[in-house]
């Protein structure tokens, strides 16, 4: 919900040495486009293939920006709920311990910036939490059943100790930039950033 543009560069690159293979993907978050203040709020209903009640979840999605002067800002919210998958014939999919499922996730993003004549300065920060709880892992019997065509569900409960139970992601990425396009009959651009990733694949096991 952050992302306002994604733009995909091919071909090999500096980044990656000379005749390497590879490209730079360049992710552009939301930026103010109109004066004054606006805001949109979105909201859905989704479901992962199936009418089961355990495979719907809600997305809503609050955003608001505006420009002012020299002053520029953006404010997005969103939560989205994620159920369990369901094939064709309505049966559950069981995750692979490090897919979304039975989850709730949260991302919040905050862009403000000033301009004046030739300079820029930008501070923003995008925080992203998601917790999950599958409650369910592959069937290890489909392996020595001839007949089966497919993995299946199988319930279990998660017997944590002194440790999170589930899965869970949470990003944390903040940046401070400043721009000047003529200084010295040339540009001048710097920028500080911070990121912090966290993932936990739990791997449930019976009690």
């Known amino acids: 919900s952050a992302i306002e543009q994604i733009e995909v560069v091919r071909g090999p690159s500096a980044a990656f040495g000379e005749g390497a293979t590879g490209g730079v993907i360049n992710i552009i978050t939301r930026r103010p486009t109109e004066a004054g203040l606006s805001q949109f709020i979105e909201t859905r209903v ?19 920006s505006g420009v002012s002067g020299q002053y520029d800002y953006v404010l997005n919210l969103s939560t989205e709920g994620i159920g369990f998958a ?31 004549e030739d300079q820029r300065f930008q501070v923003s920060l995008n925080y992203f939490d998601e ?25 279990i409960d998660l017997d944590c100790i002194d440790i999170e139970c ?3 992601r949470r990003y944390i990425s903040t940046s401070i930039n400043y721009s000047h396009t003529d200084i010295l ?16 694949f739990g791997v449930p096991f019976e009690d």
Do not use: H, M, W
């Open 46 to 64: 989704n479901s992962r293939c199936g009418f089961d009640e355990d495979s719907f979840g809600a997305y809503v999605e609050y955003g608001v």
């Open 86 to 116: 369901f094939d064709g014939d309505g049966d559950q999919i069981p995750g692979s311990g490090n897919s979304s499922e039975n989850a709730r996730n949260f991302n919040s993003l905050g862009k403000f910036g000033v301009e004046a």
């Open 131 to 155: 917790d999950s709880s599958p409650d369910f892992i592959n069937d290890p019997d489909v392996d020595d059943d001839p007949t089966a065509t497919k993995a299946r569900a199988e319930a």
């Open 166 to 168: 589930g899965d869970a």
């Open 185 to 200: 009959g040339g540009e001048l651009r710097l920028q500080g950033f911070y990121r912090s990733n966290y993932n936990l």
